[in-house]
Every structure is written in C-alpha cells, then in structure tokens.
C-alpha cells in the first residue's frame, strides 16, 4: 500500500465513523419525538423513570454511604483522596487536550500531572494548584463534540445519571481511559473505583441538600444544569448562540 493509500484510508475511516454516529443520533432523536415534546428533551417520560430509580437508589444505599464516609474520614484525608484521583483524571484529560488540539492546555495538563505525581506523592497533594497551574479537564464525550459531533437529545443512564447520546457513546471510553482500570488484581481495582464514587458523592453532599430545599421540580433543575454545563465544557466557558451551535438538537417545528 503506498503511502498516499495509507492517508487516504486513515482520512476516511475516523469520517466515515462520524458520519455513522450522526446518522444514528439523527435516527435516535426522532424515535420518540411528539410534536409537544421538548426537543432536547423528547424522552422526558422515559428518562423521568429512570431518574426516579437513580434518586430511589441514592437516598436508600450511595447517600448514607457518603454520609458515613464524611463523618468517619478526616478532612484532610478527604482532600488528597479527591486530589489523588482528579490526577488519575488528568491522564485522561492529557489524552483529550491532544486530541483536541489544545496545545496549551496539554502542556499544561502534562506539567500537572508530572508535578502533582512526584511532588505530589502520587497526587495526594495538588502542588500544581498551588504554583497556579490551572486544570483542564476533558472527556472523550467533549473530544467528539468539538469534532462536530451532534449532542443528540438529553438522556438520564441508570446510575450514571444526566447525559446525552454523544456522552453515553462516549462513555466507554471514558470509563476505559480512566487509569483506575488499569489498575490489578481486579479486587484493589474494584475498591479504588467504589471509593472514587463515594468521595464523589461525598463531595456533593452539601450541593445535593440544598438542592432537596431549593427546587421546585428537580429533574428539570438538573436537565437544564447538566445541558448548560456541558454547552460551556464543549467551549471552554464561551458557548455561542444557540441557534448557530451545530452541536445542539435543533426544533424543527420552531417551538421553544
């Protein structure tokens, strides 16, 4: 094969695979749409279902565990579990800053996860931080809509939670690119991921009670939140309007 053969067929194949993944938001999108349904949001029903089974689940075995964890861990010891893991993470993000393009961002992220590594003790403490070398935090599913892949509608996965079509395409790769996977025999492995999911809910623990308080309707609380998000994680802080966004769901019906 010469090489102009070769560049050809390494062109195509990551399009061909795009073009295939819009194709199959396109045909997911309109599945279930009525002529009511919100567009980013036509399997409301669906997805309410299941919300309830993730709010049933952390009220009655995630949450008290969390709980437990914060009253029985010290502070500080909660802190470098969170940073020793958001190093674990910045692995990934490294990854996605490249395949981003972002050249700063990777240099950055590089520098961070070198220092916070070896001076950090393995990411225990977040020395990078502290010298003002900010994060950058990246996943495949933010790797996909920058190379103009649709968001698809919002959906809500068992115990995973809020998301979309394009982040539940992506996270397998995700939950393979995260160092933790790596990591044998498969028991220490198992126990880093389940105490990773608990600090992280841990940490959420305050923002989560006030949300009980504050919200009239909290599915659509978190909806609106998690797509919000996930418009200023796609670029870096600055979305453009939503009309001239080609990653977002468009009403072709023109309802809002």
């Not at 861990?73 to 996605?96: I, K």
């Not at 950090?120 to 809509?145: M, S, Y």
């Not at 790769?173 to 991921?193: E, H, M, Q, W």
Request: glycine content about 8%.
């Amino acid at each position: 094969m010469t090489t102009a053969a070769r560049q050809i067929r390494f062109e195509r194949t990551p399009r061909g695979w795009l073009m295939a993944a819009c194709a199959a938001i396109v045909l997911l999108a309109g599945c279930a749409t009525g002529p009511d349904a919100n567009p980013r949001d036509p399997w409301e029903p669906m997805n309410r279902q299941v919300f309830a089974f993730n709010e049933a689940f952390d009220e009655v075995a995630f949450k008290p565990v969390a709980v437990a964890y914060t009253a029985v861990t010290p502070r500080l010891v909660r802190a470098g579990v969170t940073n020793f893991f958001n190093n674990l993470g910045d692995a990934w993000s490294l990854f996605n800053n490249v395949l981003q393009g972002k050249l700063q961002a990777s240099v950055e992220t590089y520098f961070r996860l070198t220092v916070n590594t070896f001076w950090g003790i393995g990411g225990v403490f977040d020395v990078a931080t502290e010298i003002g070398v900010p994060a950058h935090p990246e996943d495949f599913g933010q790797t996909l809509g920058l190379w103009g892949l649709p968001t698809g509608p919002y959906l809500v996965l068992p115990f995973f939670g809020s998301s979309n079509v394009r982040d539940a395409l992506a996270t397998p790769a995700d939950t393979f690119g995260y160092p933790v996977t790596l990591v044998n025999p498969v028991a220490l492995r198992n126990s880093l991921a389940a105490l990773n999911a608990v600090d992280k809910r841990a940490n959420f623990l305050r923002a989560g009670d006030l949300l009980d308080e504050s919200a009239l309707d909290k599915y659509v609380f978190r909806r609106d939140a998690f797509l919000q998000k996930r418009r200023n994680d796609i670029y870096d802080g600055s979305p453009p309007p939503e009309d001239e966004d080609p990653t977002e769901p468009q009403n072709s019906s023109g309802k809002p």
